[in-house]
């Protein structure tokens, strides 16, 4: 995706578009559906602080290890009983710690780690605990593994047992360590580590462990149980990569709990502010995860995504369960997906889009790219994205940061706003050229006011000097709090139609008026052709200066200030009319004019500023309109829902709060 054809701004702020950018497509993005935490799997930039997870806490049964929090307030909750002892948490950071391929930065820093944050952060508890963890490693390797996947949600690895870690015969054995999703695991569970003891095991106090796991789901943290039992050699051969149904395909449960992990994964700052921004552009967000429902609730609350209109979430299983007409029900009323595997993704895009939302999903991998292939607009991670996700794309995000799809999202109203104000600037100009002599000569005009050469230059050098520096402009203030435009929007509206009309129709009747003050004041031809040369294209300067700011008054100091260039344009074009109004040859001969005396300049400066303040006129009346409720934005905003989604709402299940956004 080469970046040669991209915005500056796209790739100064991280963003980069491929070919199938939506803004070349005029898509309008509705919900922006965000690849949420999700455990044991590389997930860094979304709304999470990429790689800056740590383990906040150890709980074994009866007995839990928290790292200090922040302080009296710190929300991480505490467990029951006693600490575990310091052997016991060392054993189970180690079970953590095999049963992964990540490895560690230089020191415990990120400095050269490779793999994913959940791993990184036992690996990183581990390595503060004192566990040497090359050594742990090269003294028992991997013999066989399954390797994770969101289908099942856990990963086991095969290992020869050791002393430090382990209370396992080590004649004819094999040692699995699991870690996983912890509702699935404790399924898979028989017996239970007792406090402090990895070497007595009891049977597993199914009660308990699901409290814990809802406890500390609840406080937002992520949470993987740690897991392990005994095998014999013969089970599996050296270097065989097993199936998942190797540790959930078993016809009784047969794991030992060793206790769960509970992993805080703060949200970027940014991001709460970011999806604040995109809520009042209109934009809802939804976020799709991995991870507990009750951590996802947590996290969801934490970013804005959880409130009165969406106080809950829904899982994968309970989404395959739906219907069509029942799915697309759910994806208007609940904004967090827990549990949610690939599938679920592409499921949730297409009823979406069903329900004629404009949907944009994020993702990083291999199996993400369906449902970034379907959606409106697929976002890639840039630094942990797989080639697959990037080629099925068409953002790819190079800081890997949820806030910088709403940039570009404001990015996408600036280019369209600015597009608007090109026209409203070229448009009256390359109109009155032509017309005012029409008009002239209709009204009376024994010549043309206007020679060819001066409509050609108006044409080419006025008209395009001063609008292209409308297509630079930035931003105007409050442009995220506008409402969405409607799928399929002209570019050209009822509103900016009318303006264009306006500002012709002004700036003919100036110039054609210009020319008979000229005329009654006794002036020759070439005179009156150089009062409408200069009345035309300093009335295009009043029509520039105006078109800055769609509603904001341009009678106002911030007119000079944003974009240089305008200012820039506008002396280019003034200048260039002074030379070729007094330079012998150029006026006479070439343009067929004469010089302007004081008093032309009067007249010109006059219709200037009539240009300019019936413009401003317009403007003060569509903000009174908009004030009232009008639609003088051209955004042809849709009613709540459309037919598809009035379809929805009268399911008994719909609560009548959906949020249409674009």
Not at 41 to 54: E, L, Q, Y
Not at 567 to 595: D, E, K
Not at 617 to 645: C, H, M, Q, Y
Request: aromatic residues 6%; negative net charge.
């Amino acid at each position: 995706n080469s970046t040669d054809r991209v915005n500056t701004n796209f790739i100064r702020d991280d963003t980069y578009l491929s070919e199938r950018a939506s803004h070349q497509q005029n898509k309008k993005i509705s919900d922006v559906i965000a690849d949420g935490p999700n455990t044991n799997v590389p997930k860094p930039g979304r709304v999470a602080a990429s790689n800056h997870m740590a383990i906040t806490g150890l709980d074994s049964i009866h007995a839990s290890s928290h790292s200090p929090g922040g302080g009296e307030d710190d929300p991480t909750p505490v467990g029951n009983g006693d600490s575990p002892p310091t052997e016991f948490i060392r054993s189970a950071l180690c079970g953590g710690v095999l049963c992964s391929k990540c490895v560690l930065g230089k020191n415990g820093t990120r400095e050269g780690e490779i793999g994913n944050p959940t791993e990184i952060s036992i690996l990183r508890a581990a390595y503060f605990a004192g566990i040497d963890i090359e050594n742990l490693k090269d003294s028992s390797p991997i013999q066989a593994e399954v390797p994770f996947s969101s289908a099942y949600k856990f990963m086991a690895t095969v290992h020869i047992p050791t002393n430090e870690v382990d209370s396992v015969d080590g004649e004819g054995k094999y040692v699995v360590h699991v870690k996983g999703a912890p509702d699935r695991m404790l399924k898979l569970c028989s017996d239970q580590a007792k406090a402090g003891q990895l070497g007595e095991t009891e049977p597993v106090n199914r009660s308990y462990w699901t409290e814990q796991i809802a406890t500390l789901s609840s406080h937002g943290l992520r949470v993987l149980a740690l897991c392990r039992t005994a095998i014999d050699k013969s089970d599996v051969e050296k270097g065989e990569q097993l199936g998942p149904e190797f540790v959930n395909g078993r016809a009784e449960p047969w794991l030992t709990m060793v206790g769960l992990c509970a992993i805080q994964d703060p949200p970027r700052p940014e991001c709460i502010d970011a999806i604040s921004t995109a809520h009042r552009a209109g934009v809802r967000v939804a976020m799709i995860t991995g991870d507990h429902k009750d951590t996802a609730l947590a996290i969801g609350s934490t970013l804005g995504l959880v409130d009165e209109k969406y106080s809950e979430g829904i899982t994968g299983p309970e989404l395959d369960a739906m219907s069509e007409d029942e799915l697309k029900v759910a994806v208007m009323k609940y904004n967090v997906f827990a549990r949610s595997s690939p599938e679920n993704k592409l499921q949730i895009v297409k009823a979406l889009q069903a329900l004629k939302q404009v949907s944009s999903m994020t993702g990083d991998g291999v199996n993400d790219a369906p449902s970034l292939k379907q959606a409106n607009m697929g976002v890639a991670m840039g630094k942990e994205g797989t080639d697959v996700a990037r080629e099925a794309s068409d953002m790819i995000l190079a800081d890997d940061n949820f806030a910088t799809i709403v940039y570009a999202v404001r990015e996408g109203r600036v280019v369209w706003d600015n597009l608007r104000k090109v026209l409203l600037v070229n448009t009256p100009i390359n109109n009155a050229q032509g017309m005012s002599v029409l008009f002239g000569l209709a009204l009376g005009l024994s010549e043309t006011p206007l020679t060819a050469i001066q409509v050609l230059y108006s044409n080419l050098i006025c008209a395009v000097t001063l609008g292209f520096v409308c297509a630079i402009e930035p931003a105007e203030d409050g442009i995220m709090d506008m409402p969405p435009r409607r799928v399929g929007k002209r570019l050209v509206g009822r509103y900016l139609f009318l303006r264009i009309a306006l500002g012709t129709i002004t700036l003919i009747a100036c110039t054609v008026g210009s020319v008979f003050w000229a005329s009654y004041l006794g002036y020759d031809l070439k005179a009156q052709r150089s009062q409408a040369f200069n009345t035309l294209d300093f009335g295009a300067i009043s029509i520039s200066l105006s078109a800055r700011f769609a509603y904001n008054s341009s009678m106002h100091p911030r007119v000079f200030f944003g974009n240089k260039y305008c200012w820039y344009s506008v002396g280019v074009v003034a200048v260039l009319q002074i030379i070729i109004t007094y330079t012998p040859g150029l006026n006479n001969v070439i343009f067929s004019m004469g010089a302007m005396s004081l008093r032309q300049w009067g007249i010109s400066l006059i219709f200037m500023v009539v240009t300019f303040v019936v413009m401003e006129i317009e403007k003060a009346i569509r903000r009174v309109l908009k004030n009232s409720g009008a639609d003088t934005d051209d955004r042809e905003v849709d009613p709540l829902f459309d037919e598809a989604g009035e379809a929805a709402a009268k399911d008994p299940l719909f609560d009548g709060k959906g949020e249409h956004s674009a």
